[in-house]
């Protein structure tokens, strides 16, 4: 049995053992992340090991040379945006990357711990909203350093992150609708239990306000950020007398359901309806027509959550950091003003 590198010797380690009712290979084989063990012994041993403030050193040799990104649903064209920002940084420093898939958009399923305190990367990258306290405890006592990425939600203040400034993209987008003429504008936003669907469409009314036009309620919804979500909702609110004569959807993805919504009603964008999209995924180039969209620095946040990676893996921050980027608009041709509109 090799004995795990830790900051208390082998003497404590016997009487964690003996506290615990295992062996000493019991705790070594919990130090080390190994799956054969009962999960109820795991965290029998676990919270004994908290207890005597076992601490991993960091900057230990034989670490993995590895960055872990877990993501709750790989799915999607945001994670190849946030795979390819990790494997710029790594690549550069000469780490390689391994993607894992676990749990939902919150935090990742108690199970992967395990495999993580395994393969003992350098840190690891997460795209969720938060982490369970035995998880962030026990990442902390191996001295893995962790951060999260694009948060679903509004993180612990002892949590990294690195996210965008989603009010300001939100104000961004419906200013422009409101320079273009537009006063009957429509909000798509994300999921009600996302911290950014929230930001962005604060963001919505705060221009609204300041432009002191009325917000009508029934042009207001929650989404699901994916295409359908903007597709039921636009047709709805595009279904009826007195619809929207723009539109801010809370994604890119979004934006192609307005489109297909407008599209399959016979409505004509922009002309009869301006669209404006959130993330400037690469496909927003290439709809038809292109889409106006705010600028998302998707690959600029994953790559600032690798170097922060790093950064804490050698010790180098000593405060918790926590990161948001700025957002730009980017017109294309999914807009126009509201004079331009055909009766």
């Not at 035995?134 to 191996?142: N, T």
């Not at 962790?146 to 948060?151: C, G, Q, S």
């Not at 600029?300 to 950091?321: D, F, N, T, V, W």
Request: proline share 5%.
């Amino acid at each position: 049995m090799s004995e795990p590198d830790v900051t208390i010797g082998r003497a404590k380690l016997n009487e964690i053992a003996d506290q615990a009712g295992v062996s000493l290979s019991t705790v070594s084989k919990v130090l080390n992340g190994r799956s054969d063990v009962a999960a109820i012994t795991r965290k029998r041993v676990e919270g004994i090991l908290d207890e005597h403030g076992y601490q991993r050193r960091a900057g230990l040799p034989g670490r993995n040379t590895l960055i872990e990104l877990v993501f709750p649903d790989l799915d999607t064209v945001w994670a190849m945006e946030l795979i390819r920002g990790v494997e710029n940084v790594a690549k550069a420093n000469g780490l390689s990357v391994v993607v894992t898939e676990s749990g939902n958009r919150h935090s990742p399923s108690p199970d992967w711990i395990t495999g993580v305190l395994r393969r003992r990367p350098v840190g690891v990258v997460l795209v969720f909203s938060d982490l369970s306290e035995d998880a962030k405890a026990q990442l902390r006592s191996r001295a893995i350093p962790f951060v999260i990425v694009d948060p679903a939600g509004d993180p612990a203040p002892d949590v990294p992150s690195v996210g965008s400034a989603n009010w300001s993209g939100g104000l961004m987008a419906t200013r422009h609708l409101i320079e273009l003429g537009h006063s009957r504008i429509a909000a798509i936003t994300g999921p009600d239990d996302m911290m950014c669907s929230h930001a962005r469409l604060d963001g919505f009314r705060s221009a609204m306000n300041t432009a002191k036009l009325p917000v009508d309620e029934s042009l207001v919804a929650f989404g699901n950020f994916h295409v359908d979500g903007g597709r039921d909702n636009a047709r709805a609110m595009l279904d009826r007398d007195d619809r929207p004569t723009a539109i801010f959807a809370g994604s890119d993805l979004q934006a192609l359901g307005v489109l297909d919504a407008a599209r399959s009603l016979g409505i004509q964008v922009p002309a009869q309806l301006s669209i404006v999209g959130y993330d400037d995924l690469q496909l927003a180039q290439w709809t038809s027509p292109s889409l106006t969209t705010v600028h998302q620095p998707l690959t600029r946040m994953a790559e600032e959550a690798a170097r922060l990676i790093i950064r804490m893996s050698e010790g180098e921050l000593e405060s918790i950091p926590r990161v948001d980027l700025a957002t730009r608009l980017i017109v294309r041709e999914s807009t126009a003003a509201l004079a331009a509109r055909s009766a």
